[in-house]
């Protein structure tokens, strides 16, 4: 079969019952997509299909072919290719509101996100956790991972991004309450 994975065209051989999922780690060494649930209750195989988040696990490779699949790998490469610098803006925002954890569920989670944010770029907080409800972070990073999102639309809104989690904990400290 023949993939359009990260904007290459991979030849690929596997058996006709293996998932995308297993393509991309097995015989592509994309392992950025994780192998969690096997029954797509986690998220954390999650890829964009023609700009739409996908439970890679729940899908045969072979209804991939002639599609634009998109990997965590891919990510940086393609922002970079459209003309922005540094990482993808969901990939810094991550870093920035320490919303990486264990990394376990980050490539789904951004992924998911990017999806959003490439359909509605400034979604409201509802659609934002509504975007993100088909992943699980297992570290229950949640409010980080919200912010990250938040961040960026308040950016795109030339307002002030929300303050990180901890910061909003150390306020209190640095004027002498405890």
């Not at 045969?60 to 459209?82: D, F, K, N, S």
């Not at 922005?84 to 376990?104: I, M, N, S, T």
Request: hydrophobic content about 35%; proline content about 5%; overall charge negative.
């Amino acid at each position: 079969m023949h993939l359009k994975v990260n904007g290459d065209v991979h030849d690929v051989d596997a058996p006709d019952h293996w998932t995308l999922l297993e393509v991309l780690r097995y015989r592509l060494g994309l392992t950025g997509s994780k192998q969690g649930c096997d029954k797509g209750d986690c998220g954390a195989c999650t890829v964009l299909v023609d700009g739409e988040p996908m439970i890679s696990c729940l899908i045969l490779a072979r209804e991939a072919e002639g599609r634009e699949i998109v990997t965590i790998e891919g990510l940086w490469p393609l922002h970079l290719a459209r003309g922005g610098e540094g990482p993808d803006p969901v990939q810094d925002a991550f870093d920035r509101y320490g919303a990486l954890q264990c990394g376990f569920c980050q490539s789904g989670m951004i992924l998911s996100a990017r999806a959003l944010l490439d359909r509605t770029p400034s979604p409201t907080d509802e659609e934002i956790a509504r975007a993100l409800s088909g992943n699980l972070c297992r570290c229950t990073g949640y409010t980080q991972i919200l912010q990250a999102v938040q961040s960026i639309v308040a950016r795109a809104r030339g307002v002030e991004p929300p303050r990180r989690s901890w910061e909003a904990a150390n306020v209190g400290r640095q004027a002498g309450e405890r």
